[in-house]
């Protein structure tokens, strides 16, 4: 079982990234999924999480109104639309799955002009 995240890379303040997270190995539309970000030096927080059918939706503060998660269990896979995005969400991006807390390898984010 594995989770491949893509779609990060650099971004200039204000715009936009969607990240994937592709889901292999195990019944993906079991399991509700979520997404991390890890600044070197800190814990690593959660951004979003989303239920095993797509119903529920759940952000942190410092990303609510910008940051939208989706899953299409039919591709197994879930994303992070990102957007009006800070310099301050620039981190290292992961994804998570119920299924044996399941870690992907990260993606990062960088916003910077």
């Known amino acids: 079982a594995r989770l491949v995240e893509s779609g990060g890379g650099l971004v200039q303040p204000g715009g936009s990234l969607r990240l994937s997270c592709a889901a292999s190995g195990f019944t993906f539309g079991y399991y509700d999924m979520s997404w991390y970000r890890q600044v070197p030096g800190k814990v690593r927080d959660l951004v979003a999480t989303?239920?095993?059918?797509?119903?529920?939706?759940n952000y942190a503060d410092s990303v609510k109104g910008r940051f939208t998660t989706s899953r299409d269990n039919a591709k197994n896979t879930v994303y992070l639309q990102m957007d009006s995005l800070k310099p301050e969400d620039t981190a290292v991006y992961y994804c998570?799955?119920?299924?044996?807390?399941?870690w992907g390898q990260g993606t990062q984010v960088t916003v910077s002009s």
């Open positions: 998570h799955s119920q299924f044996r807390s399941l």
């Open positions: 989303i239920t095993s059918d797509g119903g529920s939706t």
